[in-house]
């Protein structure tokens, strides 16, 4: 079955990225001159999402607005004649209908966060997408995964890994690696474990903030039993689903920036402005002059 809805979690307070997030959400942190929600949200649709699910909290209602009509800059741009930035506008919209919000209202952890989004998407599989996660590279992460799925037998759950040093695996959801499937980068997720205590991880994979989900989840993550840090974890009710359906870690291609931590901002920043023909040279000539100085 198509995968047809994503889900953002975006609820979250950004503790991580203050005094940046005390008035604005981190999903609406800049990286070269679109927010990271607006990255996921492409990523998204490059992947074949129709229906976009954000799950927010307090203080979010700027996301909301980013994703509307603004008929004020629509009319003085058409005014002006700027064509150009009209036309960026009308790429990011999204079609009327396509979009839901629901929130979340009480920071109670990824698993109920999502859990939130259960009557909107409803009984058939879905995308799970961490907008502080971006991955640089074309195709998208959830394409890779989207094509990856559609080789796999029904009711089968798609997680995107990547490896991390054997010092970070407590920061992680962490995954133990099991057969190969034929296609190479994909293999059978033998265990699971949330934020496992330094020496104890199962492997180096870890979990990254992109899933595609069974709707069978939701029965699980409305027991609402919490794991570590008291949370309602996404990866504890994966781990109760692994019991009845197959889990399949995907390596992606990609470069995968945290940029809910101020140096991973900052890194994909300089990544993503990099990876911009117009803006390239320029920032090139710039960096130089901090490097020598
Ligand atoms: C969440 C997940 C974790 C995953 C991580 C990826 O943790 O619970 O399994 O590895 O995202 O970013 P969080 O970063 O919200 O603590």
């Given amino acids: 079955m198509k995968i047809r809805k994503a889900v953002f979690p975006v609820a979250g307070l950004g503790t991580r990225v203050l005094p940046a997030t005390k008035a604005m959400p981190k999903e609406m942190l800049t990286i070269v001159d679109k927010p990271l929600i607006q990255y996921v949200v492409d990523e998204a649709k490059e992947a074949g999402i129709e229906h976009f699910v954000f799950v927010t909290g307090r203080n979010k209602g700027v996301i909301e607005d980013h994703f509307d ?33 629901t929130r979340q209202q009480a920071p109670h952890g990824l698993g109920h966060a999502v859990w939130c989004a259960r009557d909107i998407v409803g009984d058939e599989p879905f995308a799970v997408v961490l907008p502080d996660e ?77 899933y595609i989900l069974q709707p069978e989840i939701f029965k699980i993550l409305e027991k609402h039993e919490r794991g570590a840090g008291g949370e309602i974890q996404l990866t504890d009710a994966m781990i109760g689903l692994a019991k009845s359906q197959s889990f399949y870690g995907v390596e992606f291609e990609g470069e995968r920036h945290d940029c809910g931590s101020k140096a991973g901002f900052l890194r994909a920043n300089i990544a993503y402005g990099m990876a911009r023909p117009d803006l390239r040279d320029g920032l090139i000539a710039e960096m130089k002059k901090y490097f020598e100085k």
């Avoid at 002006?80 to 009308?90: P, Q």
């Avoid at 099991?178 to 997720?189: L, P, Y």
């Fill in 69 to 101: 009509r603004m008929f004020e800059l629509d009319t003085t741009l058409a005014a002006r004649g700027k064509e150009a930035e009209i036309e960026l506008l009308a790429r990011d919209q999204p079609e009327a209908g396509a979009v839901s919000f």
């Fill in 134 to 210: 971006l991955v640089l590279n074309r195709p998208g992460c959830l394409a890779q995964m989207v094509e990856a799925y559609n080789h796999l037998r029904d009711k089968a759950n798609v997680i995107a890994v990547q490896e991390v040093p054997a010092h970070q695996t407590h920061q992680y959801g962490i995954c133990g690696v099991g057969k190969r499937h034929a296609r190479g980068n994909m293999f059978e997720v033998t265990s699971m474990v949330e934020k496992p205590p330094k020496g104890t991880a199962p492997s180096n994979f870890s979990i990254t903030g992109r």
